[in-house]
């Protein structure tokens, strides 16, 4: 009856074996998604680990088959085959998740992303606008922010049609966000007007930096695809911006949007294209 036990322990070991090669296509694939760097080397090891464990499984279940065999030498075989089903386990499991959060923060990041222009949608700068109001007044820090909006943009519209008023509407989007720093917050305020959070910014330093954005925008000629019947590679903008900040007297997010709203207002009625100090 002791016969079969080498066998049989054997066998343990090569299904270990075979689980342990079946844990790298799970840490494969993770391998694979992560980007250059020290977590990816680290899930590189691991697959080495597995087929160094893999060869050790081997010459075990190769030698264990001529050695005599008490019950009781079943316990190693036992143990590595248990082992190997906890580095399948693990290795599935950590994929799994990994996805799932990846999933997660995508859905996350659509649910406060505008789809057209790319940056932080109402939705987003609603909430964080009343974050920042309520963390500057409790650290009594200083924010800012500017409302800002298209020149006859209507008439880009009009002249080029809505798909020409999208791609210009990207654009600028994107030529703002590149002339903001890390830290402020761009987000589409409706149609054509974005808001730009600054924490811990005076207004008279936001507005310097409203200024600078404004002349960006003013100088930079943004690229059209070709058309038929379009005798133009680029179109020229130009925006108005109105520039709040928190004050004994405006203390909260909705006095800060008026006031910003109000001093876009001005700036419109002055003849647009320049920035007005709420
Ligand atoms: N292509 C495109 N146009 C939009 C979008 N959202 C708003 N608009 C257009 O933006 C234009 C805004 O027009 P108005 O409010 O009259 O403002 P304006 O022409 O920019 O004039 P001022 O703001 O007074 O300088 C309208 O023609 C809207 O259709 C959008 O997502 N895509």
Not at 70 to 99: E, H, Y
Not at 192 to 221: C, D, G, H, M
Request: charged share 20%.
């Amino acid at each position: 009856m002791y016969d079969i036990l080498p066998v049989l322990g054997s066998g343990l070991v090569i299904c270990g074996a075979l689980l342990l090669a079946m844990a790298i296509g799970p840490v494969w694939t993770l391998f694979r998604q992560l980007p250059i760097g020290g977590l990816r080397y680290s899930w590189g090891f691991l697959i080495l680990l597995i087929l160094f464990f893999i060869a050790g499984y081997v010459v075990y279940a190769k030698f264990s088959l001529v050695k005599s065999y008490q019950p009781l030498d079943l316990v190693v075989p036992i143990i590595f085959f248990c082992g190997a089903i906890f580095v399948f386990v693990v290795c599935s499991l950590s994929l799994k998740t990994t996805s799932d959060i990846m999933q997660l923060y995508a859905l996350k990041q659509e649910n406060i992303t505008d789809s057209l222009m790319g940056i932080f949608n109402r939705r987003y700068l609603d909430r964080r606008l009343k974050e920042e109001t309520q963390r500057a007044q409790s650290y009594s820090k200083p924010l800012s922010i500017f409302m800002i909006d298209i020149d006859h943009f209507k008439i880009i519209n009009d002249n080029y049609g809505h798909q020409i008023g999208d791609l210009v509407l990207k654009n600028i989007a994107q030529n703002i966000k590149e002339s903001l720093r890390e830290s402020d917050v761009l987000a589409r305020y409706g149609g054509e007007e974005f808001v730009v959070i600054l924490p811990r910014t005076q207004i008279s330093t936001s507005y310097k930096l409203a200024e600078r954005l404004r002349q960006v925008v003013e100088n930079t000629q943004l690229p059209l695809p070709e058309e038929p019947g379009i005798d133009m590679l680029s179109i020229g903008v130009t925006v108005s911006v109105g520039v709040a900040g928190l004050t004994s007297e405006c203390k909260d997010y909705l006095c800060l949007i008026k006031n910003a709203d109000r001093a876009l207002y001005q700036a419109k009625q002055n003849g647009r294209n320049q920035v007005v100090m709420g």
